[in-house]
């Protein structure tokens, strides 16, 4: 036998550059040495990590996929499906109605003056008496990836016949490539509103990607100064393996550890803006699903789990219309509750010693980056 050529030990086998890997069993471990072949035999070179071992990646798939199963073949998992598919129906005719943009209406100071209590329906002027800077603070509502403000027609209106004067949508681009680009619009349009209304600060309700812009403003763009509280739907927070299926700038934004969801983690020392995220274990777009969840060290969360909700169905979900018009009807300056029941979303209150106070306390679901 020629000396260039040796025999293979088995479970070996060459690589083109004239190395012999060891080829690990079905259940042994992966290898740490490659063999290289000389005129003289066999000589072992240490390798640390030359083949990263896949296991435990496809044993966190293998175990979201089964969870994922387990809800959709739920009851509520199948109830879920249903109503995704009308949702998604109904939004599709809605759809052209949403490309243009909104009418501009009367401002805040043009509104206070145009109505007296008793033209009101009861819903708004018992939200007017009881609360009129909720009344009043602008509402803005961020859409999703390749959507617009029809997403929002059932929260819109609710809002609207809740008391809420001021509920404006911002229409970004669906071809728009940045996150970034998408926040500084949205800072301009913030900007503008309180301009327009003489309000400080803001609320801003961000579905899917919407989310992710709006927390990237109030993060790294000093938002927080700006907006009082932001409820996000289904926006993935942690990123999405799904943006794998798309190969465009924005997506590999949003996927996990990639450099805008590191900007995202790091530490947001200071931050006055409350968040409300709620997520969904039928969301079919955010992969692991608990991406959806915000759980940051730094910034005060509510984590609300739906079950059975799809997606497209956030924004017209009947629970999540109700929770977050009730959430804003009773939040006072500093976050806290001003009616007695309504679960605070984790501000500490910063009344004068003595003042009485609505909500004692902190729910254990209201902490500083956990929720329910």
Same mark, same amino acid.
């Given at each position: 036998?020629?000396?260039?050529?040796?025999?293979?030990?088995?479970?070996? &086998?060459?690589?083109?550059?004239?190395?012999?890997?060891?080829?690990?069993?079905?259940?042994?471990?992966?290898?740490?040495?490659?063999?290289?072949?000389?005129?003289?035999?066999?000589?072992?070179?240490?390798?640390?990590?030359?083949?990263?071992?896949?296991?435990?990646?496809?044993?966190?798939?293998?175990?979201?996929?089964?969870?994922?199963?387990?809800?959709?073949?739920?009851?509520?998992?199948?109830?879920?499906?249903? !109503?995704?598919?009308?949702?998604?129906?109904?939004?599709?005719?809605?759809?052209?109605?949403?490309?243009?943009?909104?009418?501009?209406?009367? !401002?805040?100071?043009?509104?206070?003056?145009?109505?007296?209590?008793?033209?009101?329906?009861?819903?708004?002027?018992?939200?007017?008496?009881?609360?009129?800077?909720?009344?009043?603070?602008?509402?803005?509502?961020?859409?999703?990836?390749?959507? !617009?403000?029809?997403?929002?027609?059932?929260?819109?209106?609710?809002?609207?016949?809740?008391?809420?004067?001021?509920?404006?949508?911002?229409?970004?681009?669906?071809?728009?490539?940045?996150?970034?680009?998408?926040?500084?619009?949205?800072?301009?349009?913030?900007?503008?509103?309180?301009?327009?209304?003489?309000?400080?600060?803001?609320?801003?309700?961000?579905?899917?990607?919407?989310?992710?812009?709006?927390?990237?403003?109030?993060?790294?763009?000093?938002?927080?100064?700006?907006?009082?509280?932001?409820?996000?739907?289904?926006?993935?927070?942690?990123?999405?393996?799904?943006?794998?299926?798309?190969?465009?700038? $924005? &997506?590999?934004? $949003?996927?996990?550890?990639?450099?805008?969801? &590191?900007?995202?983690?790091?530490?947001?020392?200071?931050?006055?803006?409350?968040?409300?995220?709620?997520?969904?274990?039928?969301?079919? $777009?955010?992969?692991?699903?608990?991406?959806?969840?915000?759980?940051?060290?730094?910034?005060?969360?509510?984590?609300?789990? $739906?079950?059975?909700?799809?997606?497209?169905?956030?924004?017209?979900?009947?629970?999540?219309?109700?929770?977050?018009?009730?959430?804003?009807?009773?939040?006072?300056?500093?976050?806290?509750?001003?009616?007695?029941?309504?679960?605070?979303?984790?501000?500490?209150?910063?009344?004068?010693?003595?003042?009485?106070?609505?909500?004692?306390?902190?729910?254990?679901?209201?902490?500083?980056?956990?929720?329910?």
């Amino acid at each position: 036998m020629p000396a260039s050529v040796q025999r293979q030990d088995p479970g070996t &086998a060459p690589d083109c550059d004239g190395f012999v890997t060891q080829v690990p069993s079905s259940r042994g471990p992966l290898p740490t040495t490659v063999r290289h072949v000389t005129p003289s035999g066999f000589v072992d070179i240490a390798v640390e990590d030359r083949v990263p071992d896949p296991r435990p990646a496809l044993t966190r798939v293998s175990r979201t996929t089964r969870r994922g199963v387990r809800a959709l073949c739920s009851p509520a998992g199948l109830r879920g499906v249903g !109503n995704e598919v009308a949702w998604m129906a109904a939004h599709a005719a809605l759809y052209p109605l949403g490309v243009l943009g909104e009418r501009k209406g009367p !401002n805040g100071r043009e509104q206070a003056g145009r109505f007296a209590l008793g033209d009101l329906p009861p819903l708004q002027r018992g939200l007017l008496m009881g609360d009129v800077v909720a009344a009043g603070t602008p509402i803005l509502l961020l859409h999703g990836l390749v959507d !617009n403000r029809s997403a929002f027609t059932l929260l819109r209106r609710t809002l609207r016949r809740r008391g809420f004067g001021q509920v404006l949508t911002l229409n970004y681009s669906p071809f728009t490539q940045d996150v970034r680009k998408a926040a500084e619009r949205l800072a301009r349009l913030v900007e503008d509103t309180c301009a327009a209304t003489g309000y400080e600060r803001v609320h801003v309700v961000g579905h899917s990607l919407g989310g992710v812009v709006a927390r990237y403003y109030v993060q790294r763009m000093d938002g927080a100064d700006r907006v009082h509280t932001l409820v996000t739907l289904g926006s993935p927070h942690s990123g999405t393996y799904a943006a794998h299926l798309l190969p465009s700038p $924005l &997506a590999r934004q $949003l996927r996990p550890g990639s450099t805008l969801m &590191a900007e995202l983690a790091a530490p947001a020392p200071g931050c006055r803006t409350r968040f409300v995220s709620f997520w969904s274990d039928l969301d079919q $777009l955010v992969v692991p699903k608990r991406s959806a969840r915000l759980d940051h060290p730094d910034l005060s969360v509510r984590n609300v789990l $739906l079950r059975g909700v799809g997606h497209m169905s956030l924004p017209f979900h009947g629970r999540v219309v109700h929770e977050i018009a009730t959430l804003l009807a009773h939040l006072d300056e500093d976050g806290g509750t001003v009616t007695a029941g309504v679960t605070p979303i984790g501000a500490v209150s910063s009344r004068p010693a003595g003042a009485p106070r609505a909500a004692a306390g902190r729910p254990s679901g209201a902490r500083r980056g956990a929720g329910s």
